[in-house]
């Protein structure tokens, strides 16, 4: 069983991330996404763990929070946090991706 190291690394960042904007400014908003996020992304990284084919849940919750922080980032202009929240979470979107595509037999994640 390999473990998807980077997709559990994604899940610590997104939650600690809603975490930092919390004792930063206050805001529970921030608190609240970053801890459903960071625990979707964790349990989809599980899942990926467990099964390569179970890839579903990883994809559809870093392509959802890459649009909405790619759009918080084109409305904002401000690198951090939705700059490069947009930019981890594409990445981790066309990680993903490229599961969905390719033989599952073959595939390292």
Known sequence: MTV??????????????????????GSVPS????LIFGTLIGVGAYQ??????????????SALLGTIMG??????????????LAGI????????GVLAVLPHKETKV
Do not use: C, F, W
Not at 5 to 12: E, K, W
Not at 52 to 59: A, K
């Open 71 to 84: 759009y918080r980032y084109y409305n904002t202009g401000k690198i951090m946090p939705a700059g490069l």
């Open 31 to 34: 608190l609240a996404a970053g």
């Open 4 to 25: 998807d190291h980077y997709g559990i690394i994604y899940a610590v960042l997104v939650g600690s991330g809603g975490a930092y904007g919390y004792l930063k400014s």
């Open 48 to 61: 990926v763990s467990r099964n390569v084919e179970n890839y579903q849940l990883s994809l559809g919750t």
């Open 89 to 96: 979470s594409i990445a981790m979107t066309l990680r993903y």
